[in-house]
C-alpha cells in the first residue's frame, strides 16, 4: 500500500488514517472521521500518537513515506502515547513491534493501554507526568 503524509511544518507530518467507512464512534457521522497521528524529525524521531484497531497497513505506508520525504533512514527513537482510547491507540503494539522504541505516556495511560493491549507487557515504557 502506498500513502502519502502531509507536511505540515518542517520536519513535521501528519500520518494519520482516514477512515470514511466509520458512521459511529463518539455519535454518529455520514462523513466518516480522521485518526490523527503524527511524526516528528529532529536529531531523533518521535511518533506521536496512532489510529484505529486495523488501520496499521496504512499508517505503517504513511511512515515509510515521510521517511522517503526527510531522506532519512526508518528508525523511530520514541513513541509518545498522549491518549489511551482506541481509536489514538489501536496500533501501538504494531508499532512497538516494528520499532521496538520506548513508549513515553502518563502512569494512568500506562495502565489503560496494558488493559486494552496486553500484549504490551514487557514494553520499555517510559512514564512523564500529565499537564
Not at 62 to 72: L, W
Not at 73 to 82: A, F, L, M, P, T
Not at 92 to 102: M, V
Request: proline share 2%.
Amino acid at each position: 500500500m502506498k500513502a502519502k503524509a502531509q507536511k505540515i511544518g518542517d520536519g513535521v507530518y501528519w500520518i494519520g488514517v482516514l477512515d470514511w467507512d466509520l458512521r459511529s464512534y463518539h455519535g454518529y457521522t455520514l462523513d466518516g472521521t480522521t485518526y490523527n497521528a503524527y511524526i516528528v524529525f529532529g536529531e531523533k524521531v518521535a511518533i506521536i500518537d496512532n489510529a484505529y484497531p486495523g488501520k496499521t497497513e496504512e499508517m505503517m505506508a504513511r511512515i515509510e513515506d515521510a521517511f522517503e520525504q526527510e531522506g532519512r533512514e526508518v528508525k523511530v527513537d520514541y513513541i509518545v502515547q498522549n491518549h489511551v482510547e482506541k481509536d489514538h491507540s489501536g496500533v501501538l503494539y504494531d508499532l512497538w513491534k516494528k520499532f521496538d522504541a520506548p513508549i513515553y505516556c502518563s502512569k494512568i495511560a500506562q495502565g489503560g493501554l496494558l488493559r486494552h493491549y496486553p500484549k504490551l507487557e514487557g514494553a520499555d515504557f517510559n512514564i512523564v507526568g500529565t499537564g
